[in-house]
């Protein structure tokens, strides 16, 4: 799998090239500063970008903005952001393409090697990865008559976990409750979504960006 890196703290882009090539990925390209980034996407149009928001000369939104770019011009490109601080604006812009194959993490989440790798494959493979705290302060800042208002609190709480990219096996788990009851609850939150089934759209991962982008 080719990832491409932008971290400008040499340490933590070191580390992290080290730590995904120790698990078989191949860093083609890891670069400290804004200007270089949308190129690299361009250029090596990897499986997976691994961004930090904040990147120089400004260090405001430059790896986000490249980014953006690079998904406009590559539809659907995957990309896993890192962030010191929830910043639901970055979010909330990652988000409005609403193709998947996107993440949101804390950078603390990096400690977490298992946690972060899983991650990275999620979004490589289509997945929308985000986190808890990320999903939390979406949710605060949250007004007015929605479609998931729909939805119960259980449902909410299922959906939830599904934007945290847990299976449905890890959502029982989770919940203490069976598989055949997350299923019946996942079904009905398509169903009130107004998601009908579809041969063409990955309707789970809709569902969860209609969540995050409510």
């Known amino acids: 799998m080719r990832v491409v890196i932008a971290e400008d703290l040499a340490l933590l882009r070191d580390g992290l090239t080290r730590l995904l090539q120790a698990f078989d990925f191949d860093v083609v390209a890891a670069v400290d500063n804004g200007p270089a980034l949308l190129p690299a996407l361009l250029d090596q149009r990897p499986d997976v970008a691994v961004v930090d928001v904040r990147l120089p000369p400004t260090f405001t939104d430059e790896g986000l903005q490249a980014a953006i770019e690079a998904r406009s011009r590559i539809p659907g490109l995957p990309v896993l952001v890192l962030s010191q601080h929830v ?127 409510a």
């Open 87 to 213: 910043e639901r604006l970055y979010a909330g812009e990652l988000l409005a393409d609403r193709r998947g194959a996107i993440g949101y993490l804390l950078k603390d989440r990096v400690s977490h090697v298992g946690q972060f790798l899983d991650a990275v494959r999620r979004v490589a493979d289509g997945g929308t990865v985000m986190d808890p705290e990320v999903i939390a302060e979406l949710l605060a800042n949250r007004t007015g008559a929605e479609p998931l208002d729909a939805l119960t609190a259980r449902e909410r709480e299922v959906l939830g976990l599904m934007a945290e990219g847990r299976s449905n096996a890890a959502i029982a788990g989770r919940l203490f409750v069976t598989e055949k009851a997350v299923s019946k609850h996942i079904n009905s939150i398509f169903s009130k979504l107004g998601m009908p089934p579809s041969e063409d759209d990955n309707r789970r991962v809709l569902a969860v960006l209609a969540y995050l982008d």
